[in-house]
């Protein structure tokens, strides 16, 4: 007789307020995964997509197979032609470009001079 009275109690008890309470670590949990990993990772590809613009004939690259070579050809917006030895030329999707190592200095024609 006691025990139904007070599930009844408890029942009756529930509010708005106590959905909200229920939902909160939900919500922080799918805030902190934004900040801390979607952004992020966001930010890089948006970086790595700039930097596969920019290259440039001459550029000095890493694959992310880890070959290191020269760009000696940009064909089209996917794809370029690397120069991974003297003479030996291959064809690579833009996208497998890991880093660029460093870009060619430019030709300074007063260190010629002096």
């Given at each position: 007789m006691?025990?139904?009275?007070?599930m009844?109690?408890?029942?009756g008890?529930?509010g708005?307020?106590?959905?909200?309470?229920q939902f909160?670590?939900?919500?922080?949990?799918?805030?902190v995964?934004?900040?801390?990993?979607?952004?992020?990772q966001?930010?890089?590809?948006?970086?790595?997509?700039n930097?596969?613009?920019?290259?440039?004939?001459g550029?000095?690259?890493?694959t992310?197979?880890g070959?290191?070579?020269?760009?000696?050809?940009?064909?089209?917006?996917?794809?370029?032609e690397?120069?991974?030895?003297?003479?030996?030329?291959?064809?690579?999707?833009?996208?497998?470009?890991s880093?660029?190592?460093?870009?060619?200095?430019?030709?300074?024609?007063?260190?010629?001079?002096?």
């Amino acid at each position: 007789m006691f025990i139904s009275d007070a599930m009844a109690q408890a029942a009756g008890a529930a509010g708005g307020e106590n959905v909200l309470m229920q939902f909160l670590p939900f919500i922080l949990i799918i805030a902190v995964f934004y900040f801390l990993m979607i952004r992020p990772q966001q930010k890089r590809v948006k970086e790595h997509k700039n930097m596969v613009a920019a290259l440039r004939r001459g550029d000095n690259v890493i694959t992310s197979g880890g070959i290191v070579a020269k760009v000696s050809k940009v064909i089209d917006d996917n794809e370029i032609e690397l120069e991974i030895a003297s003479g030996v030329k291959v064809k690579v999707i833009k996208s497998t470009i890991s880093t660029v190592v460093g870009k060619p200095a430019p030709a300074n024609d007063t260190a010629d001079k002096k």
